[in-house]
């Protein structure tokens, strides 16, 4: 049966079940009350024409951290005008962003878009000064009160320009507000203390969620997204009491929620991850033509998350750790592991000396071997060879070896070559 065939399938909303916020928003954030009615509180002075609070708001990603300051920043601005009083709401995204630079060009073609609509270019040739400058200009003319956001301002590391300059302008005819959202819990701390001082020390924290919020965030999603599943009887439910109690499905086992949320929070607590988990899970069932989702299929997805991680931090890795991996593999294949830094040098010189690679010295070595053990790919462990002999490590593999040369045999060079030579060694 094709997919077009199935004219009732067990998904009827897949946007729903997008971890990203760019696909889906939820219209409320139940389990982030106090954390909103802090974000609301930024905007108390707009009442009596006083200038929004700047604030920090901080967490690990997947907390609700952009979507709380999206819906409150936007509720409070549908309240402000209609009020009359003109209020506005730019948000940058600074992820990629190394420099302050680009965070300016960023937020210059933000406010342009206010002001011209949608389709704009970002600003070019221009250097960093000058797009300060421009960006005040398009504040000044777009008047009022500014909220500025930017989010994952963490990634500009030590350049703290745009910090400065921004927490320090006060334009004639706007009132500005900054909101710096950042995945880095120790970011505003390593912050010079004048950047601190100008920005000011309010700071609103997201705290992982615990697997009661995770419950209750993916019943909210499998109610909109599957057929023949809902809530009954919600009107009988006290506030912090579990959605569990309410919720009824058809075509949902009643194992499958708890499950997902258990994964998800004893890893992270991450929410993007608890939805990637139960949307592979649908796709799953809905791919073997299943009636009913079940555990197995939120084991089979979890498991099937972990092998593309794995793969793709493989392929991201360079070619000489690439080949320190393969060094490690042999090793493996030889029933050699754990083996210490110079024997799988030893590897590493034969494998190189049969292809056409640069070879690293020992230490330098070393070092590639150290990148996969913080890649999560190796295991290290280091011992004494006894007294007056120093220490050693020694290294071995964490991930699957099956997959490991899997993925190092689909490689573009040389590398895939020694994968499938590798394997048919065994």
């Known amino acids: 049966m094709g997919i077009f065939d199935n004219t009732d399938p067990l998904v009827q909303d897949f946007d729903v079940l997008n971890p990203s916020i760019e696909e889906y928003t939820p219209e409320d954030l139940p389990e982030r009350r106090e954390q909103l ?43 402000a005008r209609e009020e009359g009083i003109d209020f506005h709401y730019v948000h940058v995204g ?14 210059v073609r933000e406010l342009k878009i206010i002001l011209e609509g949608p389709g704009v270019d970002k600003p070019k040739g221009y250097n960093q000064k000058d797009l300060f400058d421009m960006a005040m200009e398009k504040i000044e003319e777009i008047g009022g009160y500014v909220i500025i956001v930017l989010d994952e301002i963490d990634a500009i590391g030590d350049d703290q320009y745009v910090l400065y300059e921004l927490a320090e302008a006060t334009p004639s005819n706007a009132k500005l507000g900054l909101i710096c959202i950042t995945n880095d819990t120790q970011f505003r701390q390593n912050l010079d203390a004048d950047v601190r001082s100008r920005i000011g020390s309010r700071k609103i924290q997201f705290a992982p969620y615990n697997a009661h919020h995770l419950i209750n965030i993916l019943s909210r999603r499998a109610v909109m997204a599957l057929r023949d599943t809902e809530f009954v009887g919600l009107d009988e439910r006290s506030e912090n009491e579990s959605l569990r109690h309410y919720f009824e499905s058809d075509v949902l086992t009643e194992e499958v929620i708890p499950r997902v949320a258990a994964i998800a929070a004893n890893e992270t607590g991450d929410a993007r991850h608890a939805i990637e988990i139960f949307q592979r899970t ?7 033509q ?26 991201s890795e360079s070619q000489q750790r690439k080949l320190a991996l393969l ?11 754990p083996a210490e830094t110079r024997e799988l040098h030893s590897i590493y010189r034969t494998l190189t000396t049969q292809g056409d690679f640069n070879q690293l010295v020992q230490p330098v070595f070393r070092e590639k071997l150290n990148d996969l053990y913080h890649s999560n790919i190796l295991a290290k462990d ?44 065994r």
């Open 290 to 315: 299943a009636e009913v989702i079940t555990e197995e299929h939120v084991e089979l997805a979890k498991q099937k998350i972990e092998q593309d991680a794995i793969r793709n931090s493989i392929e």
């Open 94 to 107: 600074c992820k990629g962003c190394d420099k302050s630079y680009h965070v300016l060009v960023q937020l």
């Open 282 to 288: 649908c796709e799953l069932a809905m791919r073997e």
């Open 327 to 337: 060094s490690v593999i042999k090793a493996e294949l030889k029933d050699e592991t």
């Open 382 to 425: 280091k011992y004494g060879r006894g007294r007056g002999d120093g220490y050693t490590n020694s290294y071995e593999l964490v991930v699957d070896l099956d997959l490991a040369l899997e993925t190092l045999a689909a490689d573009e060079t040389q590398i895939a070559e020694f994968a499938k030579m590798l394997d048919d060694y």
């Open 37 to 79: 009615s802090e974000i609301e509180s930024l905007y108390q002075p707009v009442v009596t024409g006083g200038a929004p609070f700047n604030c920090f708001v901080y967490g690990p990603t997947g907390q609700g951290k952009t979507v709380a300051v999206r819906l409150k920043t936007s509720e409070v601005a549908r309240d």
